[in-house]
């Protein structure tokens, strides 16, 4: 398929390998950004491929990964209420709260209907006017332009029946929490390329001058990400951090304007709690105050639901890139993506959920 | 430009009846359900057992063990690109019949109706299952119908049984795989699951993807005449190649390595799979097959399934290994080795 298989191609792949291994001359730790990142490089085995300098740890950008147990609860909360049509992504519908999950809410009546664009949710409240049709918007900056459209345009068309539980997360405020702990061993980012499409890089020059690191704008291919571990070994190498673009077909310096400009609109930076990791100061995305009749957690009164996380699995330690998954005492034993225990096994971009699946011959 | 022609309906088209969609008394054993079964299914359905209308078929099979199969069809939506739920429920028990090796002679169909299901509809996928159980060589021999009220089921629920006779001396088992088996997957993957799942509300999108609905009967016939020592068969439907490949590493205790670069998957196939994030692996197949076979027959067998319409584009998938029993290992194109799991639950779409 075309732009799909020349990103895939095995020769291509083998020329960059050899010109990693040329370049490095000294161990590297390179953390990817992205969930969909560690997902291509457990499925394609490019950690089995790169030479042993190269460590890769794998970061927190797993959307369903990090959204608090908190927010999880109060969807819950909202998806049991009569009334409620409660509209999610796929892969969200499976996230455990405390207790329940979204299909088990289902299971015993509540009306949860999986779709694909926040618009659709838009669609079912203009078609359902006597119901309340709340989208779950959680996700990164990718996601944050759709999920503000979508409250863009209930607004214009005057709708009152639509709202979102909003979570979302920035990547910044993440990098610079994990530069700034003084347990770090990160020295160069893959950052997220599609974050990047939204935002641009120029978020990333000054993280990139204070901590000294590289950090390369990455896609999700394995040709994208061996070329991205290709400039940021050279980047390391030479001493020279800065960022340095490698998913040119996608990212351009200043992002989506237009994007951008939705979720100025609709949103507003805020403290976001992450699961597995805590409270990161300015690290999320809220609705702003003056389009609060869009807030479904003050529409439907659930802001008083706290959760606290249970201290059982080493997810944070994970998600800044201080250990694998494998190093989890109980990393596939009591934790496994069917009984997880924390957030990293519960969606299948997160790092320990992609190790199960695709790297568990060694266990016995 | 006029509108293309409705070939099935003019070969097939709906009687003149009472209603113009299923009541209530169609089910309540009455006049309308006398109208319904004689006018509509019936001439559908034509086969000598059925035609006497006792409260059971009686069989003149020949000897040998009988394989007997039943599944039910609760397709959402019931048309989609490709096919429909009647050719779907014939297609369906005919496969799980035959991946036993048998002659597939007779099958059951029982209806349960949805008031308010528009007749023509009902009348359309009986067309499609009289269409079917010809290509597929079986007789319909047993039947039965119920409706329920509007709101207890989504349409139409269709089960279907089926039963074969294996010839002698032939013993399929997922159980008995033994180390440098090659194992054979006879097309593409994963065009059912996402035919429907591009239709499907909330999802829909434009897409050519159509899926492979098909009966295997005679693909295994020659399968079977190519490879007598074929250790077993199965058809990968729900859970998709994954599931069928790890339930024989169980059964059998043995390891599957496979090779990424030699399954196929259609280019509109990998788009849909690539946009909704799910790997085709774990999408159901409906008209594919997966054999294993012992290495000095692969060859054979190969020749013999591309040759047949339903096995054009066969290939060898993998082998059978000692090491890592009761798990499949892929090595992927760039010669790096990753596990392929069984799937935790249904495959959902990614947010990003």
């Known amino acids: ?364 | 430009m006029t509108e293309r022609p409705d070939f099935a309906n003019m070969s097939c088209p709906l009687p003149l009846m009472d209603h113009d969609s299923i009541q209530l008394a169609h089910g309540a054993g009455g006049l309308l359900s006398a109208d319904l079964i004689d006018k509509l299914i019936l001439p559908r359905f034509a086969s000598p057992e059925l035609d006497k209308l006792e409260d059971q078929a009686v069989l003149d099979l020949p000897p040998g063990r009988v394989a007997f199969s039943t599944d039910t069809f609760v397709v959402s939506p019931i048309f989609f690109p490709g096919g429909d739920i009647g050719d779907l429920a014939v297609n369906g028990t005919v496969n799980d019949v035959a991946m036993s090796g048998a002659t597939v002679h007779a099958l059951s169909v029982g209806f349960v109706l949805e008031e308010g299901l528009p007749l023509a509809d009902f009348h359309r996928i009986l067309c499609s299952m009289e269409a079917a159980a010809k290509k597929a060589g079986v007789r319909i021999v047993t039947g039965d119908t119920k409706v329920v009220g509007r709101g207890s089921c989504d349409g139409i629920f269709i089960n279907t049984s089926g039963v074969g006779v294996i010839p002698d001396g032939l013993n399929l088992s997922a159980a008995s795989l033994v180390p440098g088996d090659r194992v054979i997957l006879s097309g593409t993957l994963a065009d059912h699951g996402m035919a429907v799942m591009t239709v499907r509300e909330g999802l829909s999108f434009q897409s050519s993807v159509q899926s492979d609905t098909a009966p295997l009967n005679d693909l295994i016939r020659m399968i079977l005449a190519a490879g007598p020592g074929t250790r077993t068969l199965r058809d990968p439907t729900r859970g998709g190649a994954a599931t069928t490949l790890n339930e024989f590493a169980k059964a059998s205790g043995v390891g599957i390595k496979l090779d990424e670069s030699a399954f196929k998957v259609r280019p509109d196939v990998a788009g849909a799979c690539e946009i909704l994030g799910i790997d085709p692996l774990y999408v159901a197949n409906e008209g594919k097959l997966i054999a294993v076979v012992p290495a000095d027959q692969a060859e054979a067998v190969l020749a013999a399934m591309r040759a047949h319409e339903h096995g054009r584009e066969a290939t060898i998938i993998g082998t059978v290994v000692a090491d890592h029993p009761g798990l499949v290992a892929m090595k992927t194109g760039f010669g790096a080795e990753r596990i392929v799991d069984m799937p935790v639950g249904e495959q959902l779409p990614r947010i990003c």
């Open chain 1, 1 to 364: 398929m075309k732009y799909l298989d020349e990103f895939r191609d095995p020769e291509l792949a083998k020329g960059l390998l050899e010109e990693i291994r040329r370049t490095v001359t000294q161990p590297w730790t390179i953390m990817e950004i992205c969930g969909g990142q560690t997902h291509a490089i457990m499925r394609f085995g490019i950690d089995q491929l790169l030479p042993p300098e190269i460590t890769l740890v794998h970061g927190p950008g797993c959307p369903v990964c990090v959204t608090p147990l908190e927010t999880i609860d109060r969807a819950l909360a909202v998806a049991a209420r009569e009334n409620v049509i409660f509209t999610s992504f796929g892969d969200m519908l499976r996230v455990p709260g405390s207790r329940d999950d979204l299909f088990r809410v289902k299971s015993r009546g509540g009306d949860v209907r999986m779709v694909y664009s926040p618009l659709e949710a838009v669609k079912l409240a203009r078609e359902n006017p006597g119901k309340e049709v709340v989208f779950l918007a959680v996700g990164f900056e990718t996601t944050a332009p759709g999920n503000a459209m979508a409250v863009k345009q209930a607004a214009a068309e005057g709708l009152t029946n639509f709202s979102e539980i909003v979570s979302h997360v920035l990547v910044p405020p993440a990098m610079e929490a994990i530069l700034s702990s003084p347990d770090n061993l990160v020295q160069g980012f893959l950052a997220a390329g599609h974050v990047c499409t939204i935002m641009g890089w120029d978020e990333y020059e000054p993280i990139a001058a204070r901590y000294k690191v590289p950090i390369v704008p990455t896609g999700f291919e394995p040709v994208d990400i061996l070329e991205g571990i290709l400039k940021t070994v050279r980047l390391l190498e030479k001493g020279t951090p800065g960022v340095e673009n490698q998913y040119l077909r996608l990212v351009r310096e200043e992002g989506n304007p237009v994007a951008r400009a939705v979720v100025n609109e609709i949103y507003e930076v805020c403290d976001r709690k992450w699961r597995g990791i805590g409270m990161i100061p300015r690290s999320g995305l809220r609705i702003r105050d003056e389009l609060a009749a869009f807030d479904a957690e003050k529409k439907f009164r659930v802001e008083g639901i706290v959760t606290e996380e249970p201290e059982v699995c080493i997810a944070g330690e994970i998600l800044q890139g201080l250990k694998k998954p494998h190093e989890c005492p109980a990393f596939g034993k009591e934790c496994t993506p069917r009984t997880p225990l924390g957030a990293t096994m519960v969606s299948s971009e997160g790092a320990c959920a992609a190790y199960h699946k695709y790297s568990r011959k060694g266990l016995s």
